[in-house]
């Protein structure tokens, strides 16, 4: 049955305070995304019971309806009411600022997970294009002898390539946009950084100061720091400097300050701090490679369901420019990604209601692609026995994983989907089929064990 987004769009706005407690809406791949004026006013248990939302999650003042992946055509609705804003960027917004300080004061290290998450959700996108074509050249030239000199190998190759290249440039304009701060300043910086006569270069000096030689195309908490800095001076700058004054200086003197501090200070800490996570995750992954990425794949859905999982990324990018490749986040991840699949489908089997088995088919399709909140959301958290079955498929595949040393080549959603992503660009298949074995196994035990614990439920 297709959902009636426009019924969807006004149980949302009434529960939510109406129109004009709605300060902006936007959405990310399954999720749309509402600030408010005012949180008291949601009507948080009404909103889950809303048909077509799979559940609510308050997260640093945003309030975010689990829709699916067909949440794009719900945003549609909203950006047809001219009342509410769609842009997802409000400025000085007093009810935002007082819940993030709320958060950032309670748990720190959720708030810093938070904000890595948000900052590379809208770039997941631009990642899985950039990636899944590496995968499609390896299968071009490995099954279909693609010369490399070819001008179709170029194009394609230049598609792979710019993805990574110019990654801090797509993170830095999240990132300030993250933090309502100038989105092309942030993009600005990064492309400062990235420019020929900066990046990697060796023997620069700033006034007189050295200047660390470091590759800001291969590593992203420097542009992550830098525009952190850059957004507090942003905003400092526009508070105290005229208003007449503000479109000429302020972004000027904001770039003039912000570039040396980051070349000088921010982008060599921003570089240690990747070094040192790349390798203390390949310390915990060589000593016991087997039962890291078992913990990976058993506790997946539940960094989806605090929104933790997109924080991983710059794990996976460390581990990539370290070993080029990913043999533990992302490999963990796509046994947990199919077994919540296989999960979900289980329990489509097991409930007798059309609806609940309808809502879980859906979810488990496209968990098997990859993309699992529908699943954790509408389906794992909501009846118990799905989730049992979803963390011990995970857990066996990846454990199995490890010890095989299966890994994946490049940035894609982890999942059947992908399967390009595990081909070695060598041409040895066996990490393919490893791979592909370890998720049929990830999903077959996560369906068998939810059929038998669903069973049992609906027996007692």
């Known amino acids: 049955m297709a ?3 426009k019924a969807i ?29 005012d949180g008291s006013k949601l009507d948080q248990q009404a909103a889950k019971k809303i048909q077509g939302v799979l559940n609510l999650v308050v997260q ?8 699916g992946q067909d949440v794009p055509s719900l945003y549609e609705e909203f950006e047809k009411n001219e009342k509410i804003k769609t842009s997802g960027s409000v400025e000085d917004n007093e009810a935002l600022k007082q819940d993030t300080s709320k958060s950032t004061n309670g748990n720190i290290l959720n708030t810093i997970m938070s904000f890595i998450g948000g900052v590379f959700s809208p770039v997941i996108p631009v990642l899985v294009a950039g990636g899944l074509t590496g995968a499609v050249l390896t299968i071009l030239t490995t099954f279909f002898h693609l010369p490399t000199d070819s001008g179709t190998y170029t194009v394609f190759y230049a598609l792979n390539q710019a993805t990574f290249y110019f990654l801090p440039i797509f993170i830095g304009f999240s990132a300030a946009t993250r933090l309502k701060s100038n989105g092309y300043l942030g993009a600005f910086l990064a492309s ?27 590593t992203v908490f420097p542009i992550i720091l830098g525009v952190l800095f850059m957004s507090y001076l942003y905003k400092f700058l526009q508070r105290v400097t005229p208003v007449f004054l503000r479109t000429i200086f302020v972004p000027l003197l904001t770039m003039l300050i912000t570039v040396p501090v980051t070349l000088v200070v921010l982008g060599p800490i921003g570089n240690i701090l990747g070094t040192y996570l790349a390798n203390g995750v390949l310390a915990i992954y060589n000593i016991a490679p087997a039962i890291a990425v078992m913990i990976i794949g058993g506790l997946t859905c539940w960094l989806v369901f605090f929104g933790m999982n997109n924080a991983m ?9 370290q070993v080029g490749s990913d043999p533990l986040v992302c490999t963990g991840m796509a046994s947990a990604n199919v077994a919540v699949g296989g999960a979900c489908l289980a329990a489509a089997f097991v409930t007798k209601k059309a609806e609940e088995k309808s809502v879980a088919i859906g979810a488990g399709l496209t968990a098997l692609c990859g993309i699992t909140e529908p699943g954790v959301y509408g389906v794992l958290f909501t ?30 959603t982890p999942g059947f989907i992908s399967f390009a992503a595990y081909i070695d660009p060598t041409g040895n298949p066996s990490n393919f089929v490893v791979s592909m074995l370890v998720m049929i196994l990830a999903t077959v035990l996560s369906f068998v064990v939810t059929y038998i614990f669903g069973n049992r439920a609906l027996n007692k």
């Open 3 to 5: 959902k009636d987004y």
């Open 9 to 37: 769009a006004k149980a949302i706005i009434k529960v939510a305070g109406g129109e004009d407690n709605i300060t902006s809406v936007t959405h990310c791949m399954t999720r749309l995304r509402l600030q408010l004026n």
């Open 60 to 67: 640093n003042g945003e309030y975010q309806f689990v829709i």
């Open 192 to 218: 400062v950084l990235l420019y020929s006569t900066i990046n990697n270069a060796e023997g620069l000096n700033f006034a007189g100061i050295p200047v660390a030689q470091v590759a800001y195309n291969s």
């Open 313 to 321: 990324y710059p794990i996976v990018f460390a581990l990539l420019a």
């Open 383 to 412: 009846k118990r026995y799905p989730l049992y079955g979803a963390m011990i498929g995970g857990a066996v595949g990846g454990l199995v994983a490890g010890m095989f040393h299966m890994t994946q080549y490049v940035v894609s």
